[in-house]
């Protein structure tokens, strides 16, 4: 038999578009003993899960847990229980995850109708009240921060629109949860995803969900069993309500760290989170602007916590990630989709959010721009980068 060396990955700056860098709490929470998922202690340490997970969300949802999958897990969770064969939905795309919701579902035999602009500008409100067209329609979807491209989009007018034809708004907040404010309750969103991996620094298994009475109300009144048996929120719900009857064996070291890392943002505070996160991306601009770097997205619609820079003509992009990775441990993500090899992804999510990071990357990112020919002035951009975080 071969011999294995013991697993000794290399510790790197994780400023991609996730999973994040790890807060040593987390890590430390991650490694407490595993007790059974039934357990009493445990039982209780899921009730403050959730109403930690609440008060993220901003809302008083009763139906508010972490599926035991990834991001995409909670986006199919909310889905499938709530949309039958036939049921018009409407899908705003402008990105890789917006594509995602749609071929969900198409897959659950619904009428699709897509609200699709160019990657990486904002969805104008008048063109998904053109989709919407008045007619009765079970789902409107839309991705609130997408990862894909660094877009931010507003939500409470489409919610408006939504519920004006009795739709449901479905909202990915894989990207925005713990970076930016979600206000569940008061943007009268109906059901909402996430992830751990990204702003909550918590190692990717996880996704988040809430969902509103009304969605419970459509899934109770359902034509059909839920396509899928381990997603079925009224199994989970006997689970992870009073009853807690057994239905799957929970990730108990995952859920650890889950509850510590949202304890961890809720300490903080969530406004000073936010705060955090955009004077360091503030900064971040700063420092490639004084580079001669562009930012892809308008500045209205930028995501503090992910950023897509474009990159310059006759740059190398996968050269560029190599050398950050092996010669400074940074890394960070390339264009997916259409952006693929036109820009470059820097995450500044969770705990990874930090003024050392942004001046880390800064620096690495002349060197190596400098010695592919690029022009750039030394200094400038630590200094540009340095002045807003002594604002």
Known sequence: MESYKTLNPTVRTLMGPGPSDIHPRVL???????????????????????????????????????????????????????????????????????????????????EVVKVEVPFGQYIPIDAIQKAIDGKATKLVGIVHAETSTGVRQPIPEVATLAHEVGALLLVDCVTSLGGIPVEIDQWDVDLAYSGTQKCLSCPPGLAPVTFSQRSIDVIRNRKSKVISWYLDVNMLLNYWGGDRVYHHTAPINMLYGLREAVLLILEEGLENVYARHQKNHQALVAGLEAMG???????????????????????????????????????????????????????????????????????????????????????????????????
């Open 28 to 110: 430390s929470a991650i490694s407490a003993p595993t007790i059974g998922h039934l357990d009493p202690q445990f039982i209780a340490y899921m009730d403050e899960i959730q109403d930690l997970l609440r008060q993220l969300f901003s809302t008083q949802n009763k139906l508010t847990f972490p599926v035991s999958g990834t991001g995409s897990a909670g986006m199919e969770t909310c889905m499938v229980n709530v949309l039958e064969p036939g049921d018009r939905v409407v899908i705003a795309q402008n990105g890789v995850f917006g594509g995602r919701m749609a071929d969900i579902a198409d897959r659950l035999g619904a």
């Open 293 to 391: 770097l562009a930012l892809f997205v308008e500045k209205p619609y930028r995501l503090p916590q992910l950023n897509t820079v474009v990159i310059p003509d006759g740059i190398d992009d996968a050269a560029v990630r190599k050398s950050l990775l092996t010669e400074f441990n940074i890394e960070i993500g390339g264009g997916l989709g259409a952006l693929k090899d036109k820009v470059w992804r820097v995450g500044l999510m969770g705990y990874a959010s930090r003024p050392e990071n942004v001046m880390l990357f800064l620096a690495a990112l002349e060197s190596i721009l400098t010695r592919q020919g690029t022009s750039v002035q030394q200094g400038k951009a630590i200094e540009a980068a340095h002045v807003i975080m002594q604002s």
